[in-house]
């Protein structure tokens, strides 16, 4: 059979997609359902309970493809990333009609801005719109969510830079894809992705992205070392997710050069990167 990147290929030994017969063994082939993410924030996980690969938001869509076990085998339809997520966390596949375009926000239980918010979702979840009350939009959950923190579906951003600096501050989490907690790729792709651009979920996939820079970096550009990426701010600085500040944050890229040299004559860290800069890509 076919050797397949394992986290781009919806199948199990139990189940796979159906374009995937005569490519990958599996007991049987399926459609799979489509479904979609019905808490603020899930894990997609390598196996059941097992660790955390990514994160999904609210309403992005997954293909079902397997269950067992209090979980789902599905594949995200933002990336084609796929992984287990808890069953519990899905619900009936539903069109959104917008999208969280800021850091975060909250449902509120009426269109009132001193009324107790029941729920957060965070920057890119999907809602479908259902009524309008003053400056808040009614979504279907009946919730209630600030007209100025939501973005029509085909709404996007003009400057990753921007969108990333959105997130400066936020907590570093392997896997993590929201301000709740986000890392180096998860922060790339969040950015990339409000601008229209599309963008695979881990750093070294990453580097297809875009074409090769052959002139000075600028804004915008990505930058990669072995297990980590960031962005080219400008002015001498990198944007990015790392866990040697445990947060987003800028650096001097110099600075950051030299550093993730070290780390790599010293063996490297998760979440740092490690060794010289492998590769730099201006997103097309």
């Known amino acids: 059979m076919t050797a397949l990147d394992p986290r781009l290929t919806p199948a199990t030994p139990r189940a796979a997609a159906i374009e995937l017969e005569g490519l990958v063994e599996a007991a049987r082939y399926v459609r799979g359902t489509w479904r979609a993410v019905q808490q603020p924030l899930v894990n997609l996980c390598d196996a059941p309970r097992g660790p955390r690969a990514s994160q999904l938001l609210y309403g992005e869509r997954v293909r079902v493809i397997d269950e067992r076990d209090g979980y789902a085998f599905a594949q995200a339809e933002r990336d084609g990333y796929c992984g287990w997520i808890l069953s519990g966390a899905l619900g009936r596949d539903e069109v959104s009609t917008h999208w969280v375009a800021a850091p975060a926000t909250h449902l509120y239980p009426k269109p009132e801005v001193k009324a107790p918010p029941e729920v957060a979702l965070y920057f890119g979840s999907r809602v479908r719109v259902v009524g309008e009350a003053g400056a808040f939009l009614r979504v279907a959950t009946g919730h209630y969510v600030p007209h100025a923190h939501l973005q029509p579906a085909r709404a996007r951003f003009g400057d990753p830079v921007g969108v990333a600096d959105m997130f400066l501050g936020t907590p570093y989490l392997w896997g993590g894809s929201s301000r709740w ?104």
């Open 181 to 284: 907690g986000i890392d180096c790729s998860g922060l790339v792709q969040a950015a990339l992705m409000a601008c229209g651009i599309r963008c695979p979920r881990d750093s070294d996939q990453q580097q297809a992205v875009g074409t090769a820079v052959e002139d000075e970096p600028r804004r915008g550009d990505l930058i990669f070392w072995r297990g980590h990426v960031g962005m080219i701010a400008g002015d001498g600085q990198v944007l990015h997710a790392n866990a040697h500040h445990m947060a987003v944050a800028y650096e001097p890229l110099e600075e950051a050069v030299t550093r993730i040299m070290a780390a790599g004559s010293n063996g490297g860290g998760a979440g740092q990167g490690s060794g010289e800069v492998v590769a730099l890509r201006r997103p097309a």
